[in-house]
């Protein structure tokens, strides 16, 4: 069981590193699409895991894992904005300046995205990891998994009170400012 927590732990993690990328090639500044203080990106890593829950047989069959693939993370992505927009009065993206949108929670050029991830997952990735995921001691996956639950009941409630994503890109710690022409506070 621990394997699917760190599947979803790792691909959420690569999730978070593609997001800040694409941000950097767009030129924006990063956004936070999870939580508060672990580098997550949660909606990747349940993308990954429908797509790993899908049938062998349909990973013998590269366009149909493609499509199939595709279609089980825009599932887990359509799902995650109604979440995020119903539950916790916030929206992390929209899509409605695309193409074929649905809703604004998904469009085809994501879901195309998301199929050419499931064959580099499927085919390589997993394949991989898996032996390496199986190895983490038991303590380890608990320590892990209670801190995962923190920061996701803590980012909730802070959603949930604020309505606003930003706070999640809010310093945990601040940096307490000098004063002009003295020392700090």
Known sequence: MFVWFWSFLIYSF??????????LWMGAPPNRRGLRVLPLCPVYGAGACLILLLPQWVDRRPWLLFLLGGGAATAAEYLAAVWHQRVLR????????????????VCPLYSAAWGLLALGLVHWVHPLLTPRLAAIPAPVSWIMLGAVALDGLLSALLLRRTGDPARLRARLFPIPRRAEGGSPP
């Open 90 to 105: 916030v929206s992390f993206w929209n899509y409605e300046g695309r193409r074929l949108n649905i809703q604004g929670r």
């Open 14 to 23: 690569c999730g978070f590193l593609l997001e800040g990328a694409h941000a």
